[in-house]
Every structure is written in C-alpha cells, then in structure tokens.
C-alpha cells in the first residue's frame, strides 16, 4: 500500500512550490489507491500559527487535495499535528532508545553562553539535575563518521561525508521534538513508503537516514522535486510578484485552471489544458522532470482564461460567487435576476482571464448607472457625444426586433448616414452605457442589455452630460 504525507510547517502560507508537491503526493497516492496524508508540522512553537494552519488547510481543500486519514473531527478527517503527538508522549520513547543505545545524549549548556555544551551524559536523572540548577539541556543525536548513501528518484545516487554534519538536535531545551526527528518518527509510525518533497530538504535526508538507521528502522523512497523558479531562475519567491495559493485565489484564479498550471510544472504533458484529477491514471513519479519549473505568471493567466471560456456557464458563475463573496466584499443581489446574469456572464468571459477581471467587466451591467472611468468621462466631454447619444437613444427605441444584428445594422447605419467616424461612435456609445473603454463586444452589449436598459442608460448620460 502506497501511503504518502505532505507535511507543512505552519510558519506561513501555502507557497506554490509547496501546492505542487502536494498534487504530486496526492496524484501518486490516488493513482496506486494508496493513502495520502496531512500532517501539520508545529513543533517549531515559536513561528507556528494556527492562522497558518488554518489558511494552510483551506487553500488545500481549494485546490481539492483532500486527505484520507486523520483524527476524526466531527465526522471529517482532520490533519494530525505533531503538537498533539509530542502531548501524547509519541516522541519520547524513541528518545529514551536513542539515549540507551548511546547514539544520543543529553547536552548541558553554559548558562551564559547557550551555544557551549559543557557537558555531555546519557543520564537522565543527571541532565534533570543540570536543568533544576538552570542550565538549558537538548539532546543530540551522535553523527558517526562514514557516508551516507541513499538512491533519491529524481536526483539518482546522492552522497554526503558525515563529517560535514554537526550531531544533530533532536530534542530541544523547551523539550519539543526537531523537525528532523520528529519527521523521521512519524514518517515512521504513519508507515509512509515515498517521502515526495521539495529539494530544498535534500540536505536534511542524510540526517534523517542517520536516525532510521539508528532506531533500526525501513527507509521509505525519497524524492526530491526541483525547486520553482522565477523568470530570472532565482527560486521563485515574493521578489517576483505573489507566491502563495491565497494570493492566485484572491486575484482570480480559478481552482481548477490553477491545479492544472500546477500540474504543468513538472509532469511533462504536452496537452496544455487539462484537469489533472481526469488524469491520474497518466501520472507517473518517475517523469517528473528532472529541470526545475520556470513559473510563468502571465501563462497561468491565460490558462485561467481558458478555463472561464471552457467550463460550464454555471461553473463559470459558481466560481464567480465565491470568489465575488470574500473579494468583492458587497452582497451578490444584483446577480438575483439569473437569466440577466446569465447572459452578461456569457458575453463578458469571453474577453477575460481572471475572476477579478470578470467582475470588473460584469458589474457595469448591473448597476443602473455604471461608475465611470477617467478615460470615459474625457470622452463624454468630445464634441459630438450628445449628437451621438441623441440620434442612438432615437433610432434604437424605435428598433423593432432587438437582434445583435439588427443593431449592428442600425448603427453602422446611423454613423454612415449622419457622417460620424465610427471609432468615435463606438467610443461614445461604449463609456456611455458600460462607464469602461473595454467591455464585451459593443453590440453584444447592448443587446444584452436589452432595450429599456439601453435607452435608461442613454437618457441618463445625455442629462448628465
Ligand atoms: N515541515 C517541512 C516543511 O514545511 C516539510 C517536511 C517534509 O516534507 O519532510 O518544509
């Protein structure tokens, strides 16, 4: 049985880098009907959060990577925490072997100079001692001399020299477990066969084989992903522009296209739209490329937008309310007339590749007078606006069957006969009724408009201008 864990520390958000992992975890786990699991790596109490945690957590079940076991909370599988293992004494008697075996010892600090081990014993009542007279004790795991060889799936035979290890921390003074110790147990005890992670845990490996050899204990397979970079091939970090789920989502980005640009870094699939949960059955560990990933922000806004133009239309909408909720910040009620909505929904992703862009485009459609741009006001001042809005408020009034057709007709027609320049028509009649020099096609607008919004819309703008 396949069983693999993402395992994040919560000092922080979800970065991309550590997304992707998690798919690649996930995929691997579904595709052998194996397990995956979340384990929240807290020991670190200083710089964990349960506001990490929370949006950790969150911005998994968004991207839709759900885990199979966990502690039962309220009838959901929650993530086990390492915090709650350390209170459940899990940790401690492999410390007390590694104490017994002499391949770890308690290390008695200075009082003044925490970095100086003044002594060093595998007795505990004397570590206890040390501690009631205030002096700081951790407990080390001892580095043997020799190498440490291990076969990593993507970067083949790595070797380290011991001696390039100092003993290794596995207790600390407050006496919580590290993470290199802690890791190592429960990879352990939760019987993970493929520890699947980023490379830059590549230098801790040989630690942590150390410690399973020491315990006695079965090596999983480790692998190690290239990093992300950015586009100029620095690990990708908030130098270059946003690097965290929470803040794709926020800027629009839909779960699935985003799942899919996170896929497209590493799997190695030619197809370029496509829903990575459809596909598990392609997915394959060993093809992960080997290169690291050039994130590419303006990629993933274009597969985004294929997505918008791809999905169903209520998908489309579902997205949109949820996103709309939590950043637009107003109540949806003007999305209540669905046919309306639906229909402006229609037009408006066609043309954009963001949630965000799509509410921008949208929400002049629904308000009965649509706020206006810098750039629209200064074209409502041109000379010929009132001309124009005059003889387009006539003539489409008096349009029998409101067709995108027919109106188009209309006015090509009017802008010929009445010898306006159609660019500045358009112009006019665009920022009149939708308050944006970009919008949906202007016919398509105004149709779905429809007829009485148009003319409102019209009238209103020619009193105000
Ligand atoms: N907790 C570690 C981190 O967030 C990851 C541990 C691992 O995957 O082994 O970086």
Redesign the pocket.
């Known amino acids: 049985m396949i069983r693999v864990?993402?395992?994040?520390?919560p000092?922080g958000y979800l970065h991309v880098g550590?997304a992707r992992?998690a798919l690649f975890d996930w995929l691997f786990a579904k595709k052998n009907g194996g397990k995956f699991i979340l384990?929240i790596?807290d020991t670190d109490t200083e710089r964990s959060t349960k506001e990490s945690e929370h949006s950790i957590v969150n911005d998994l079940k968004w991207c839709g990577l759900t885990w199979d076991e966990g502690p039962d909370v309220g009838g959901e599988y929650g993530p086990y925490r390492q915090s709650e293992r350390v209170e459940k004494g899990i940790y401690q008697p492999y410390v007390d072997k590694l104490v017994s075996i002499q391949r770890a010892y308690y290390a008695i600090y200075d009082k003044e100079d925490m970095k100086k081990i003044v002594k060093k014993t595998f007795s505990s009542q004397e570590a206890t001692l040390y501690k009631e007279k205030g002096h700081s004790v951790t407990v080390n795991f001892m580095v043997e001399e020799g190498k440490t060889i291990f076969h990593d799936l993507a970067k083949g035979k790595m070797e380290f020299d011991n001696s390039t290890f100092d003993d290794i921390v596995i207790v600390k003074s407050n006496g919580y477990p590290t993470?290199n110790f802690a890791?190592v147990v429960d990879?352990h005890l939760m019987k993970i066969t493929h520890?699947?992670?980023?490379e830059?845990?590549l230098t801790?490996t040989p630690k942590?084989i150390m410690i399973y050899k020491a315990l006695g204990w079965k090596l999983p397979v480790f692998m190690h992903i290239p990093l992300i970079l950015g586009p100029d091939k620095s690990p990708l970090s908030k130098r270059h522009g946003g690097t965290s789920v929470s803040y794709f989502r926020n800027y629009g980005i839909t779960s699935k296209a985003f799942v899919n640009y996170l896929a497209l870094l590493g799997w190695g699939r030619k197809e370029e739209i496509f829903d990575p949960f459809k596909e598990i059955k392609e997915f394959e560990l060993e093809k992960i490329s080997k290169k690291p990933s050039i994130f590419d922000y303006s990629k993933l806004e274009w597969i985004n937008g294929q997505h918008l133009r791809k999905m169903p239309l209520d998908e489309v909408m579902e997205e949109f309310k949820k996103w709309a909720l939590i950043n637009a910040k107003e109540s949806l009620s003007w999305l209540e007339d669905e046919e309306y909505a639906q229909k402006v929904f229609e037009i408006c992703r066609q043309k954009v590749n963001t949630l965000k862009v799509l509410y921008e485009f949208s929400y002049p459609f629904f308000c009965e007078e649509p706020p206006f741009e810098e750039k629209a006001r200064e074209i409502l001042k041109n000379e010929c606006a009132p001309k124009c809005l005059g003889i387009a408020k006539e003539n489409l009034s008096k349009l029998d069957e409101w067709s995108i057709e027919n109106i188009e007709d209309k006015i090509r027609e009017i802008a010929l006969r009445e010898d306006i320049s159609k660019k500045k028509f358009f112009q006019v009649l665009r920022v009149a009724l939708l308050g944006k020099t970009v919008t949906p096609g202007l016919f398509e607008s105004i149709y779905v408009l429809g007829k009485a919004r148009t003319i409102q819309r019209l009238s209103i703008v020619m009193k105000r201008i």
Request: aromatic fraction near 10%.
């Open positions: 864990r993402f395992a994040p520390s000092t550590g992992t384990r790596e993470y890791v990879d520890v699947v992670r980023g830059d845990h801790n942590q």
